[in-house]
C-alpha cells in the first residue's frame, strides 16, 4: 500500500483508482447499512458472489456494498449501474433472476418501485419522488460508495479538500471560509461552526482536541448513524481540517456502543487513512499531525450535551457542568476544545472544496446549507432524507415523504427529539430552519421528524416524551430532576382521566421555569413537548380534563370504540380477531361491542376494513 506524502501523490492515486475502474462494466450497489441488514442485506450479497461465479461474470459484474440510500422501508435496496436500475425489498431468492437479467439486458419488474397513485413502475433511482426532491450534498456518497474501501472514498473525489486545506490555505483562512459560509452546528443548538473554531485557536494554550459528537439517543433518529455507517471517511476529512485550523492534534469520535455497524466502519477508515498516511505525522507533507480515536458511549442520553460527554471521556460519570466556561476555552482535561455533530465534520470538506460563497448560496438567510432528517411514523416513504434549509414542511411531509399513510389527516409532526416540538398542520407551509423551528416551539435538533396523524394523541405523546427524559436526567440540577417528575405525574393525570382545572397552567408555569433554570440542555428544552402541545393543541388537553374524552382513541379511560351500524357490513372480521370475544353479532348483519368486556386494544379498530368501528 502507497503512502499518500503529498498533493499530488493524493492525485497521481486517484487517477490509478479511476483507471483500474473503467473496466467496470456493471456495478451492484447493494444497501448493508443496518435497517437493511435487518433485511437480511448480507444473504443478498452472498447470494450474488455466489451466482455471479456460477456465471462466470467476476470480470464484468462487480458488487459495491454500500451504506444506507435513504429508501430504508423498502429494503433491502440494489441499484444496478450504469443504468441506475433502482430494485426494493430483494430476497435472497431474487438474485439468480437479477443476475441473469443482466446478462440479456432485461430487468426484473416485480422487484421496481410502484407508484401508489399511477400504479405504474419506475425503473430509475433519480426518478423516484423521495430522491427527486432531495439535495444530496452529504450524503451524496452514502449509498454509493463502501464505506471500507478508502479507495472508494479517495475516487469520488474524497480528501482532495483536505489537500486544499493543508496545501494552499492557512489555518486563520480555512476558519474565515467556515465562517463566511455561515455553517450551524448541525447536533441541535445551532451555533455557528466557525465562530467557536475561532474561539479556541485563540485560547492561550498548546495543547487543543476536536471532537465528533456521534452520541445519537434520540427515539426515532437514525441520521448520524447512517452517516458513520455509510461514510466515515467524510467525518474524519472534516475532523483533520478542523484539527488543522485550531491546531488539535488528538482528536475523538464519541459513538453510541448501540451502533456496532458504525463503530467497525469508522475504525476501518481511521486504520486505512493511517496506513495511507492521512491521518499521523506529517499529513500530506504540510508537518501538520493529527490522530483520532473512538470512544464507546455506554448509551445516557444526557452524554449527548457537550459538557457531559466531555467528562464522559475523560473516564467520569457523563453529567453536564455549569457554563461559562465554555468548552472551546476549557474543554477536555481543561484545555481548549472543539465538539461538534459528526454530520457538521461532513460538511466542512464541501465547504472548503466549494467555497463559502458556493455553500452560502444554498439554504435561508441564517440557515445556509442542507439538513439530514430521518422521517419515520405515519408517512408513506420512511427514511433519510436531505432537503435544503428553508425547505417546508408540506414538501418533506407530502412530495417526499408521500403523504399520510392510509389517506388519513395529517395532525401534526415532531421535529428535535425528545427536547423537540410539535408542529400542528395549520403550520404545513411552514420553511424549516433553526429560527422558523424555535418561533413555532421547537427545535432542529439533530434532525429527527416524526409524523402523526389523527390516531395520535397529543397529550399522550407529550406524556410519552417527558417520561423519557424523566428516566434520561442525569438528576444533577433540581429544575430538571424534580421538574420531569411532576410534568409526568399530571400528565400520567390527565391522560388516565384524573385531570384538574389548574393543570395546563402548572404545566406551563412548570416548564417556563425549567427553561430558564436547568443546568444543562436537556433540561432547559425538556419542556418542549408539553409547552409546544399546549400551545397548538390546547382543545386536546381541555378534553381531557373538563370532558374525560380522549377522541384519539388513545388515553384507555377516556373513549370506547362503538360500531356503526350503516357502515358495518357483517365481515365478522373483528369478532374474529378480538381477543375478549366483546363483540358479537350474525354474519352480515351489523355487529355491537360489550363495553364491559373490551379492554381498548385497538385490534378490532385496525383490522375493520370499512371503517365502521369509531372512537367516542
Not at 448 to 468: E, H, K, L, P
Amino acid at each position: 500500500m502507497e503512502r499518500i506524502r503529498n498533493i499530488s501523490d493524493l492525485e497521481r492515486i486517484r487517477e490509478q483508482i479511476l483507471k483500474k475502474r473503467e473496466s467496470e462494466k456493471i456495478v451492484l450497489r447493494t444497501c448493508i447499512s443496518t435497517g437493511c441488514r435487518a433485511q437480511k442485506s448480507l444473504k443478498v450479497v452472498s447470494a450474488l458472489g455466489s451466482a455471479i461465479e456460477e456465471q462466470g461474470l467476476q470480470d464484468t459484474v462487480k458488487i459495491r456494498k454500500t451504506g444506507c440510500h435513504g429508501f430504508c422501508e423498502m429494503g433491502p435496496i440494489m441499484v444496478v449501474e450504469p443504468e441506475n436500475i433502482f430494485y426494493r425489498k430483494v430476497r435472497p431468492e431474487d438474485v439468480n433472476e437479477i443476475i441473469s437479467q443482466l446478462t440479456e439486458g432485461g430487468i426484473v419488474e416485480r422487484l421496481l418501485w410502484k407508484d401508489p397513485v399511477t400504479k405504474e413502475h419506475i425503473t430509475s433511482e433519480r426518478e423516484l419522488p423521495i430522491y427527486k426532491r432531495q439535495k444530496k450534498k452529504v450524503t451524496y456518497r452514502s449509498g454509493r460508495i463502501d464505506p471500507a474501501d478508502i479507495e472508494d472514498y479517495i475516487a469520488a473525489n474524497g480528501y482532495s479538500a483536505l489537500g486544499k486545506a493543508l496545501t494552499f490555505m492557512s489555518p486563520a483562512e480555512v476558519i474565515g471560509t467556515v465562517i463566511a459560509s455561515g455553517l450551524r452546528g448541525r447536533g441541535g443548538g445551532g451555533f455557528p461552526a466557525g465562530v467557536k473554531w475561532k474561539m479556541c485557536s485563540e485560547a492561550p494554550s498548546d495543547i487543543r482536541y476536536i471532537i465528533a459528537n456521534g452520541d445519537e439517543g434520540d427515539p426515532g433518529a437514525f441520521m448520524d448513524r447512517s452517516l458513520m455507517e455509510g461514510d466515515p471517511h467524510s467525518i474524519i476529512e472534516g475532523m483533520i481540517i478542523g484539527a488543522y485550523a485550531i491546531g488539535a492534534r488528538q482528536g475523538f469520535i464519541y459513538v453510541r456502543e448501540e451502533y456496532p455497524i458504525a463503530i467497525e466502519h469508522l475504525s476501518i477508515a481511521i486504520r486505512q487513512a493511517e496506513e495511507y498516511g492521512i491521518l499521523g505525522n506529517n499529513i500530506l507533507g504540510s508537518g501538520c499531525e493529527f490522530n483520532i480515536k473512538i470512544h464507546r458511549g455506554a448509551g445516557a442520553f444526557v452524554c449527548g450535551e457537550e459538557t457531559a460527554l466531555i467528562i464522559s471521556i475523560e473516564g467520569r460519570s457523563g453529567t453536564p457542568r455549569s457554563r461559562p466556561p465554555y468548552p472551546a476555552i476549557e474543554g477536555l482535561w481543561g484545555k481548549p476544545t472543539v465538539i461538534n455533530n459528526v454530520e457538521t465534520f461532513a460538511n466542512i470538506p464541501l465547504i472548503i472544496s466549494k467555497g463559502a460563497e458556493a455553500y452560502a448560496s444554498v439554504g435561508t438567510e441564517r440557515s445556509k446549507g442542507t439538513k439530514v432528517f430521518s422521517l419515520v411514523g405515519k408517512v408513506m416513504n420512511t427514511g433519510l432524507i436531505e432537503v435544503e434549509m428553508g425547505t417546508t414542511l408540506r414538501e418533506i411531509i407530502f412530495d417526499i415523504g408521500g403523504g399520510i399513510r392510509k389517506c388519513k389527516l395529517f395532525k401534526a409532526v415532531q421535529t428535535g427529539g425528545p427536547s423537540g416540538g410539535c408542529i400542528p398542520i395549520t403550520k404545513i407551509d411552514m420553511p424549516v430552519d433553526y429560527d422558523s423551528l424555535r418561533e413555532a416551539g421547537a427545535i432542529m435538533g439533530s434532525g429527527g421528524m416524526i409524523v402523526m396523524d389523527g390516531t395520535s394523541c397529543m397529550v399522550d405523546v407529550a406524556r410519552y416524551f417527558i417520561n423519557f427524559l424523566m428516566y434520561e436526567s442525569c438528576g444533577k440540577c433540581v429544575p430538571c430532576r424534580e421538574g420531569l417528575k411532576q410534568m409526568h405525574h399530571i400528565l400520567e393525570n390527565i391522560c388516565e382521566g384524573h385531570g384538574e382545572e389548574d393543570d395546563i397552567k402548572t404545566l406551563i408555569e412548570l416548564g417556563q421555569f425549567m427553561m430558564t433554570s436547568s443546568l444543562c440542555g436537556l433540561g432547559s428544552t425538556a419542556p418542549n413537548p408539553v409547552l409546544s402541545t399546549i400551545r397548538h393543541f390546547r382543545s386536546e388537553y381541555e378534553s381531557h380534563i373538563y370532558d374525560k374524552k380522549c377522541f384519539a382513541g388513545v388515553c384507555k379511560n377516556l373513549f370506547e370504540y362503538v360500531i356503526d351500524a350503516e357502515l358495518c357490513n357483517g365481515c365478522a372480521l373483528c369478532r374474529l380477531k378480538c381477543p375478549e370475544g366483546a363483540i358479537s353479532g350474525k354474519k352480515k348483519k351489523p355487529h355491537s361491542i360489550d363495553s364491559s368486556k373490551c379492554i381498548k386494544c385497538g385490534i378490532c379498530f385496525n383490522s375493520c376494513k370499512q371503517e365502521a368501528i369509531l372512537v367516542r
